[in-house]
C-alpha cells in the first residue's frame, strides 16, 4: 500500500506540474498587463516599468515560470550573494525555510511553498486562500450531507417501489438534477426563494455563514444563509445518489441470501435496512467521496450566484482584476485537493470491499 501511495504522490505531482505550467502560459499570453491595471488610467511609462521590475514581469516568459516553479516547490535554488539578483535568496519572503547547503553561489533550500503576494491586496495568497477555503469545506460538506441523507432515501424509495409511478418520477427527476447546470440551478433557487417567496421563507439571497453581534462583539452562525447554496450544490450528487442507491438496492435484492432472510420469516424493511442496504451503499460512498472534490471546484459558480465568500468569490474576483498569483495559487490548491480525494476514495475501496487490491 505504501508503494502505492507513493506512485500516486507522484503521479499527482506529475499532474500538478501539468496544471500550472497550462494555467500559467494561459495567462500570460492572454491580452492585459497586469501592471497597467494596477496603475489604472493615471499610468505612465516608467511608472509601468518599474512595476513590471518589482513583480519580476519584465523578465522573459520561460525565466518567470522557472521562477515560479521555484517558489512553490518544496526544495528551491536560490542565489546566496547577490540581494538584487532575480533568484536571490531572500527569507522574509519565503519565511518558513530552512538553508540546507551552499554550492557556490547557489542555496538548496526546504520551505514552505510560496504562492506569492496579490498584485491587488498585497497580501500573501496562502493568508486569501486560508480565509476562504474554510466557507468553501463548510458549503461542501453540507451538500454532501444533503445528498446523502436525501438522496438514499429517495433511492430506497424508488427500489422498492419500482416501475410505479413515484420511481418513474424520481428518475426523471434524477435525470433533470445530473443534467442542469450549477449556474442556472443557483439563479433559480436564488430568485424563487430568496426574492419571490422570501416572506414565507425567511432565507436571504446574501448573507454571510457568521455574523457579530454589533453591541457584545460575538460571533454566531447564521445556518439559515447555508441552505440555499447548500441545496443547490448538493442537486447534482443528490441526484446520482438517488439513481446508485436505487440501481445497487435493486440489484442486492435478487441475491439468494435476501431470499432466504424471507424465507427464514424477517419482513421487508427488516431485510433491506439490516441486510440489502449495508451492501448497496458501497458504491454510493465511493461515489461521494469522490464527488466531494468535484464540489470543491464546482462551488465556484454557487459562491457566485450567493455572494459566498468562499474560495469561487476569490477565483471570480481575481479573473476579474487579472490577480494572477490569486489565481494560480487557487487553481494549484484546488488541484492538491482532487489528488488527494482521490487517493483516499481509492484507499476507501480497500476497506469497502476487501477484493480490491492496490497495485
Request: net charge neutral; aromatic share 12%.
Amino acid at each position: 500500500m505504501i508503494q502505492y501511495i507513493v506512485k500516486r504522490l507522484l503521479y499527482g505531482i506529475l499532474v500538478l506540474w501539468g496544471v500550472v505550467t497550462i494555467v500559467f502560459f494561459l495567462f500570460n499570453i492572454l491580452p492585459g498587463d497586469a501592471a497597467q491595471m494596477l496603475m489604472g488610467q493615471r499610468s505612465d511609462v516608467s511608472s509601468i516599468e518599474a512595476i513590471k521590475k518589482d513583480l519580476g514581469l519584465d523578465k522573459p516568459l520561460t525565466t518567470q515560470y522557472l521562477n515560479f516553479l521555484n517558489d512553490i516547490s518544496f526544495i528551491s535554488f536560490h542565489n546566496a550573494d547577490n540581494p538584487d539578483h532575480f533568484w536571490y535568496y531572500d527569507q522574509e519572503k519565503y519565511k518558513v525555510s530552512v538553508e540546507l547547503f551552499t554550492l557556490g553561489h547557489t542555496a538548496v533550500v526546504v520551505k514552505r511553498p510560496y504562492l506569492r503576494q496579490s498584485y491587488q491586496s498585497k497580501r500573501d495568497v496562502t493568508s486569501i486562500i486560508a480565509e476562504a477555503f474554510p466557507k468553501t469545506l463548510t458549503l461542501a460538506i453540507a451538500s454532501i450531507i444533503i445528498a446523502v441523507i436525501i438522496g438514499v432515501l429517495l433511492g430506497i424509495l424508488s427500489a422498492i417501489y419500482k416501475d410505479s409511478f413515484l420511481d418513474k418520477m424520481l428518475l426523471v427527476l434524477s435525470s433533470l438534477g445530473m443534467s442542469i447546470p450549477s449556474f442556472f440551478a443557483a439563479i433559480i433557487i436564488a430568485w424563487l426563494f430568496a426574492f419571490v417567496l422570501a416572506d414565507y421563507t425567511g432565507l436571504e439571497m446574501f448573507g454571510s455563514l457568521y455574523s457579530v453581534d454589533d453591541y457584545t462583539g460575538e460571533v454566531y452562525l447564521n445556518l439559515k444563509n447555508l441552505i440555499l447554496p447548500a441545496i443547490t450544490l448538493g442537486i447534482r450528487p443528490l441526484a446520482i445518489v438517488v439513481s446508485l442507491t436505487r440501481s445497487s438496492l435493486l440489484e442486492v435484492l435478487s441475491q439468494d441470501y435476501i431470499r432466504t432472510a424471507y424465507a427464514k420469516g424477517l419482513n421487508k424493511s427488516q431485510v433491506i435496512f439490516r441486510h440489502a442496504l449495508k451492501n448497496a451503499l458501497n458504491p454510493v460512498l465511493t461515489a461521494i467521496t469522490g464527488w466531494f472534490a468535484s464540489l470543491m471546484a464546482g462551488a465556484v459558480f454557487v459562491e457566485y450566484v450567493f455572494d459566498w465568500k468562499g474560495i469561487g468569490i476569490v477565483i471570480v474576483d481575481a479573473l476579474e482584476k487579472y490577480d494572477l498569483p490569486v489565481i494560480m495559487g487557487s487553481v494549484l490548491f484546488i488541484s492538491v485537493v482532487l489528488i488527494i480525494v482521490n487517493i483516499l476514495v481509492d484507499l476507501l475501496y480497500t476497506l469497502l470491499d476487501p477484493r480490491v487490491r492496490l497495485s
